[in-house]
Nanobody, 116 residues
């Protein structure tokens, strides 16, 4: 079982930046970590992922603007978001998927609002 707690959301103007953090309750060395987001009235979509070895992947609309990273020593994953757009506004969720069991765990989400 892994508990995940996201933080770092808030209100930002278009073109601004935010860094989201996801703190896990246990070591994440053998977990694939990812960020998802869900905008108002929309389905929850995958945004970015990072393997235990550090390989990253991004949804096309955030490539070049968002960066996912992990700091295993701190059991934390980050999502650096630059050049934010109004349609990036959503609740952002952190997930952890165990390589050993395949089980996935979700955080409670953090709200990102992009508005002038």
């Amino acid at each position: 079982q892994v508990q995940l707690v996201e933080s770092g959301g808030g209100l930002v103007q278009p073109g601004g930046s935010l860094r989201l953090s996801c703190a896990a309750s246990r070591t994440i060395n053998v977990y694939t970590m990812a960020w998802y987001r869900q905008g108002p009235g929309k389905q929850r979509d995958w945004v970015a992922g990072i393997s235990p070895g550090g390989t990253t992947n991004y949804e096309d609309s955030v490539k070049g603007r968002f960066t996912i990273s992990r700091e295993n020593a701190k059991n934390t994953v980050y999502l650096q978001m630059n050049s934010l757009k109004p349609n990036d506004a959503a609740v952002y969720y952190c997930t952890a998927r165990s390589l050993r069991t395949g089980n996935s765990y979700w955080g409670q989400g953090t709200q990102v609002t992009v508005s002038s």
